[in-house]
């Protein structure tokens, strides 16, 4: 592992291409809701529960990482938060998953999925969270 002098951030790849104090994750969430601050809080209290992890405010989203960075919170709207999951196959059959789509040049697919409420993160959703995570120990 590597960790980045500047931002303590560890990294797989030793000088990892990242962005380094750019946003801090209060520059995500001033101004949203509270209903949207409470699912993104869910969101990573629910995480939480599966192992720890740590929260990586980037340019454009805020990632949620372990040993890497494995799912991403792409859009806090004013009712709902957007979160990608890439894995190496599409899971086609769920009920969760709005949007599945390859990440260009690479093996990922992207499964999008939008959170409108706490109880959207059901059973099924704790499922693909776990796979997540699992991927990125």
């Given at each position: 592992m590597w960790t980045c002098p500047l931002c303590n951030q560890q990294f797989v790849n030793?000088?990892?291409v990242h962005s380094c104090r750019d946003k801090e994750l209060s520059d995500f969430l001033?101004?949203?809701?509270?209903?949207?601050?409470?699912?993104?809080?869910?969101?990573?209290?629910?995480?939480r529960?599966?192992?720890?992890v740590k929260i990586h405010p980037?340019?454009?989203?805020?990632?949620?990482?372990?040993r890497k960075k494995f799912a991403y919170i792409i859009q806090?709207?004013?009712?709902?938060?957007?979160?990608?999951?890439?894995?190496?196959?599409?899971?086609k059959d769920n009920l969760c998953f709005n949007k599945i789509k390859p990440v260009p040049g690479?093996?990922?697919?992207?499964?999008?999925?939008?959170i409108y409420f706490k109880e959207d993160?059901?059973?099924?959703?704790?499922?693909?969270?776990?796979?997540?995570?699992?991927?990125?120990?």
């Open positions: 030793t000088n990892q001033n101004g949203r809701s509270d209903h949207t601050v409470e699912l993104f809080d869910h969101l990573l209290s629910e995480y529960l599966i192992g720890e980037t340019k454009s989203m805020i990632s949620i990482g372990a806090l709207g004013k009712n709902f938060i957007d979160v990608v999951f890439p894995f190496k196959q599409p899971y690479s093996d990922d697919y992207n499964h999008h999925l939008r993160i059901n059973d099924e959703v704790r499922l693909y969270m776990k796979m997540a995570f699992e991927n990125a120990i």
